[in-house]
């Protein structure tokens, strides 16, 4: 008997089963370089896959865009050289009897503030701006200072590229034999920006009311759709803080929230995957749901909480990402929300990165390691 046996019962969505309620959350390595996944890549996957983990979302993975990442070593999905590595990644994780889920990321307005990066023309953001001056960030100050002058809003050209790059990348990983397709819509990158009053204040199709800011994002849900078929399905991040401001809010009620997400359910969203720092901070007054709980009870479609499992995180008010990294066993408190049915699935980040072994540990109730700051630097 073991304290999260309640989270070892499988999910099905639609035809994928998952063996259990447990993910390892994605996270950017920057260890493939010119974007070539390695053979370091494929055994770091593979031996947290064999701990029995409910799936892997892979790290955010490169459209082909010149501003999708601003990173020559952040894994791509098109190229010969890109597709065989990857290849061995996704199969090394199947031989360990996992399920591997790529995250498909357009950096839009963040590309080239955390990295002075790769290719060259104007960032994509919807109305040309990069966000408020005076957010709370984490990144290079300089980053933030170089991106307040306005751009050029993405023009339709910009826009129908960009969905056609998510259609290729979809259809690339779908060869591979990937087991669904997730799509980074949080954290103040492209989807994030149209969504974000902020950064979208466009008067065409693309902006405007909830539903037409939730356009783009739902047009890029669509066109994966039409690659992947039926039975694959769709794992959507949407966050309410972001780069450009972590106290910044995507919606400040549970009616501007679903009118947000309805769009992008109708789309084909089957797992909505609700970025939070901590997984127990309550997102509106008089509730005491999370973000996740949230988007579950607004949509009716599945919802995955992320943040702080297992380590011992400030709550609410946390600066940085990397605030506070105690390793602490919070799984009771994790199960008790489980067992209200708030979310169907938890994401497990840095506790994973710390401990390759962490699920075996979790399962088995021993102590978990220590959280040493340099495993984050690995792949290993
Ligand atoms: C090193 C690192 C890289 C990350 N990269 C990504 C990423 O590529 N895509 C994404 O959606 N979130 C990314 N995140 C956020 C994590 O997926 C997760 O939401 C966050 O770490 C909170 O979960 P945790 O407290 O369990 O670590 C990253 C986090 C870390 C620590």
């Known amino acids: 008997m073991s304290i999260i046996d309640p989270l070892l ?12 309620r447990v993910v390892m959350a994605p996270m950017t390595r920057y260890r493939s370089p010119l974007g070539v996944p390695t053979p370091e890549m494929a055994s770091y996957y593979a031996r947290r896959a064999a701990t029995g983990l ?4 892979t790290e955010g993975v490169a459209l082909p865009h010149y501003a999708a990442a601003d990173h020559p070593d952040i894994p791509r999905l098109d190229g010969v050289d890109v597709l065989n590595g ?6 090394a994780v199947h031989d360990a009897g996992g399920v591997i889920i790529p995250q498909l990321w357009h950096q839009g307005p963040m590309w080239n503030v955390e990295n002075v990066g790769t290719g060259t023309g104007n960032p994509m953001r919807p109305s040309g701006i990069w966000g408020p001056a005076d957010g709370v960030i984490s990144f290079r100050s300089e980053g933030r200072e170089e991106s307040l002058t306005s751009v050029p809003q993405m023009g339709d050209s910009d826009i129908a590229d960009i969905i056609a790059a998510y259609a290729l990348a979809a259809r690339n990983a779908v060869a591979l034999g990937v087991d669904g397709i997730a799509i980074h819509g949080a954290h103040g990158y492209l989807i994030d920006s149209f969504l974000w009053d902020y950064t979208n ?30 039975d694959m399905p769709i794992v959507l991040r949407f966050s309410q803080f972001k780069m450009q401001d972590y106290r910044a809010v995507l ?14 359910a109708d789309a084909g969203v089957d797992l909505f995957d609700a970025s939070q720092r901590y997984f127990d901070t309550p997102i509106f007054e008089g509730s005491n749901l999370n ?14 909480t992320v943040g702080g499992v297992a380590l011992d995180k400030a709550k609410g008010g946390a600066k940085h990402i990397d605030d506070s ?11 008790e929300r489980f067992e209200r049915s708030e979310f169907d699935l938890v994401a497990v980040g840095r506790a994973i ?28």
């Open 353 to 380: 990165l710390n401990d390759p072994d962490w699920f075996t540990k979790a399962k088995d109730g021993q102590p978990f390691l220590p959280f040493d700051p340099a495993n984050l630097e690995r792949l290993a």
């Open 201 to 230: 204040r466009r008067a065409d199709q693309w902006g405007g009311d909830p539903a037409r800011r939730a356009a783009f994002g739902a047009a890029v849900v669509r066109a994966i759709r039409a690659e992947i078929g039926q």
């Open 86 to 91: 990857w290849k061995a990644v996704v199969d």
């Open 54 to 57: 409910g799936a892997i979302l």
């Open 9 to 20: 019962q499988p999910l099905t969505l639609r035809g994928l089963t998952l063996p259990n």
């Open 325 to 335: 990294q105690q390793s602490v066993n919070n799984l009771p408190l994790l199960v």
């Open 251 to 264: 919606a400040n009620t549970p009616d501007a929230l679903g009118d947000l997400l309805g769009p992008l």
């Open 291 to 304: 973000l996740a709980g949230w988007a579950k009870k607004l949509t009716g479609k599945a919802s995955m």
